[in-house]
């Protein structure tokens, strides 16, 4: 059974750093591009990042872009976000999600997603 | 990049059929054929419906198809049931390299 479990996500001053982790089951792994997606409170879907199977080619949201950086660990079926220098409208509810196609670079749609990982900015 | 426009709510009734619009422009939507769409219940993870325009993955009902016309793209849900209320986002890779979502529409079953 694919399996994606997010965690890291709580309460960060803004400014603040944050590091968010996915791990991934029942699938491998490093044949799949994954992506993180955000929602905050009330509000749409957003996608923050992605990264290809081997890991070499990275995506980001000009949101995020020079703040966030997304990583893949193979040896460990882990997906990460590092996240810094965060303010109020990074709060919001941040899904890990599964390519549909395998050895893609780009994603393109998601065919398995966590159950997401609740990131609060405030002072 | 801008978000996909949609609808912000639709409804309809047991049994009758709707259409979700879902309007980008040439450098996303219009350009490739990787618009996907998602159900998402309130407090659960999304739910792939469709992917590349009008493809059905494995386990979701054949009540649900898509389409695409140039720059927009529209879900069709027949014989609409109770369990399809829900809120649908679709979304499509761009000529950017990212990928971008609509802002989301809210199916009410009557």
């Known amino acids: 059974e694919v399996q994606l479990l997010e965690s890291g996500g709580g309460l960060v001053q803004p400014g603040g750093s944050l590091r968010l982790s996915c791990a991934a089951s029942g699938f491998t792994f490093s044949s799949y591009a994954m992506s993180w997606v955000r929602q905050a409170p009330g509000k749409g879907l957003e996608w923050v990042s992605s990264?290809?199977?081997?890991?070499?080619?990275?995506y980001y949201a000009d949101s995020v872009k020079g703040r966030f950086t997304i990583s893949r660990d193979t040896s460990k079926n882990t997906l990460s976000l590092q996240m810094k220098s965060l303010r109020g409208e990074d709060t919001a509810v941040y899904f890990c999600a599964k390519d549909q196609a395998p050895y893609t670079v780009t994603t393109k749609s998601f065919d398995m997603w966590g159950q997401g990982t609740m990131v609060t900015v405030s002072s | 990049q801008s978000a996909l426009t949609q609808p912000a709510s639709v409804s309809g009734s047991p049994g009758q059929s709707i259409t979700i619009s879902c309007t980008g422009t040439?450098?996303?939507?219009?350009?490739?054929?990787?618009v996907s769409w998602y159900q998402q219940h309130p407090g659960k993870a999304p739910k792939l419906m469709i992917y590349?325009?009008?493809n059905r993955p494995s386990g979701v009902s054949n009540r649900f198809s898509g389409s695409k016309s140039g720059n927009t793209a529209s879900l069709t849900i027949s014989g609409l049931q109770a369990e399809d209320e829900a809120d649908y986002y679709c979304s499509s890779y761009t000529s950017s390299t990212t990928l971008v979502f609509g802002g989301g529409t809210k199916l009410t079953v009557l």
């Open positions: 040439s450098s996303d939507v219009g350009l490739y054929n990787y």
């Open positions: 590349d325009v009008s």
């Open positions: 990264i290809s199977g081997s890991g070499g080619s990275t």
